[in-house]
């Protein structure tokens, strides 16, 4: 299996990632927890075993020896207390007779003790080195003579006993414990997040297959309260609206085109048909009939081949300083013989502007939106033209009281090859690409352009250009 090729679900990533995080921080706290307990533990248990030290000598000796006699009993439960705390006491006269020793007297218990001692630290330290510290502290009457002295050993470095070592235990399992509720806990929130987000996903996932399949119109209900993930639903649901629209758009269009492209081809192979059986003659009339047809399908050809060209070139731009003023004005001038023959009134306001633009290309863009404007105008009707500066902006607009443009039509205007309104292609010869160019030419100057309309009222053209 080629592992470059090998996929995790995003559920499975979620889980592992989180798990891996909190795993790694409960084991790095755990471990300075637990480190740092250890070493003020450690600490304690060896200042406590000082004080016992201290304590036996300052205090606890000075009673075993009373009215010229040793009370062995009192040794012996000092004795015997002592070494249950690691601290080895043996007491003698002043002659070095021995009085009591805990290791003499006591042999076996106190060597078991001791060498449970040196077990336990072996097992916390595996180089611990049992060194053991002696006093030897006189012992005196009630006047104050000396009357022998206490020898006393213990192990100068950290020691502990059963019960530090089964503190340490359940402390040390206390942890563990916590460990694993709080990696189980993360366990559990991982998986409640990773299904909050994975199945949201996965659906999302679901509806782009369906629409990879060209299923557009099953709207994807899923509700989050994750804003990222209630913006991706929402624009996945607005994506395929807008595909449902695209793909409609291209149903109509791929009929609209078949339709302008056949007509004139069925016209002019009606009439040849006609001529080579005999049922026609070729009259003057009638050939100058087919020249017609044939010129309108060159025409439509030439129209493709234009909105070929500024697809393929409109990243190339001969730009040029122009007097904006000047360049409108002059596209006014040659359109005023169009306008006058249907008594449009065409006004302008123009502000002396100079920016780099490609004059033939823009010169593309004035003609198609000053032609429409005569043509989608009614009689009598008005145009009034305006360019300025908005800020860091060039604005020009172009706006008539024709028969403007439904609402449910804008969105698609400078679509290619879309049209409005069908009944006027004859009238019109156009296929639909005229705006979809001056689209194309206002984009590659780093522009935008806007449509503003309503029935009946009229249409504005707003193109905005950075200076």
């Not at 706290?29 to 406590?48: L, N, P």
């Not at 020898?151 to 100068?156: C, T």
Request: one cysteine or more; aromatic letters at 8%; hydrophobic letters at 35%.
């Amino acid at each position: 299996m080629d592992l470059k090729n090998k996929s995790i679900s995003l559920r499975n990533t979620i889980i592992i990632s989180f798990l891996t995080i909190i795993a790694l921080t409960i084991l790095s706290i755990t471990i300075f927890v637990t480190k740092a307990f250890e070493s003020e533990f450690g600490k304690y248990v060896d200042d406590s075993n000082k004080s016992e030290v201290n304590h036996l000598i300052n205090f606890d000796l000075n009673n075993i020896y009373k009215d010229k006699t040793w009370d062995t009993h009192l040794i012996k439960k000092l004795a015997e207390d002592s070494i249950e705390k690691g601290i080895v006491l043996g007491v003698y006269d002043k002659n070095n007779k021995l009085i009591y020793g805990i290791l003499e007297d006591e042999k076996n218990e106190s060597n078991e003790i001791l060498n449970n001692i040196k077990k336990n630290m072996e097992s916390i330290e595996e180089n611990w080195i049992p060194k053991l510290e002696e006093y030897r502290v006189a012992i005196h009457s009630e006047k104050n003579n000396k009357v022998g002295y206490a020898q006393i050993s213990y192990y100068e470095s950290l020691y502990y006993m059963e019960n530090d070592i089964m503190f340490l235990n359940i402390i040390n399992g206390f942890m563990k414990v916590i460990s694993l509720i709080s990696i189980g806990s993360a366990l559990i929130i991982a998986l409640i997040i990773s299904n909050s987000i994975s199945s949201s996903i996965e659906n999302v996932s679901s509806k782009a297959k369906n629409m990879s399949d060209g299923k557009y119109n099953d709207k994807l209900e899923y509700n989050s309260k994750i804003k990222e993930v209630k913006e991706l639903v929402q624009s996945i649901n607005k994506l395929s609206y807008k595909l449902n629209e695209q793909e409609l758009l291209r149903k109509r269009i791929t009929t609209d085109v078949a339709h302008e492209l056949r007509t004139p081809l069925t016209s002019i192979q009606g009439h040849l048909d006609c001529m080579i059986d005999g049922i026609w003659e070729a009259t003057p009339d009638r050939l100058n009939s087919i020249r017609e047809e044939a010129l309108r399908l060159s025409n439509l050809i030439g129209q493709l081949r234009i909105l070929s060209k500024y697809d393929s070139e409109n990243d190339v731009l001969n730009k040029s300083k122009v007097n904006l003023k000047e360049f409108i004005q002059h596209f006014i001038y040659n359109y005023e013989g169009d306008a006058l023959s249907k008594n449009i009134k065409i006004t302008y306001d123009l502000k002396e502007i100079y920016i780099n633009i490609d004059k033939e290309q823009f010169s593309q863009v004035l003609a198609n939106l000053l032609s429409n404007a005569i043509k989608y105008t009614n009689v009598h009707g008005k145009i009034h033209i305006k360019a300025y500066e908005d800020d860091d902006n060039i604005v020009i607009s172009i706006k008539d009281n024709g028969i403007g443009i439904p609402q449910n039509d804008i969105n698609f205007i400078f679509e290619r090859f879309y049209r409005v309104d069908k009944s006027r292609d004859k009238e019109t010869g156009g296929i639909g690409i005229g705006l979809s160019i001056v689209k194309s030419i206002v984009d590659a100057h780093n522009g935008h352009i806007y449509v503003k309309s309503k029935i009946n009222k009229g249409t504005e053209l707003i193109i905005i250009l950075p200076k």
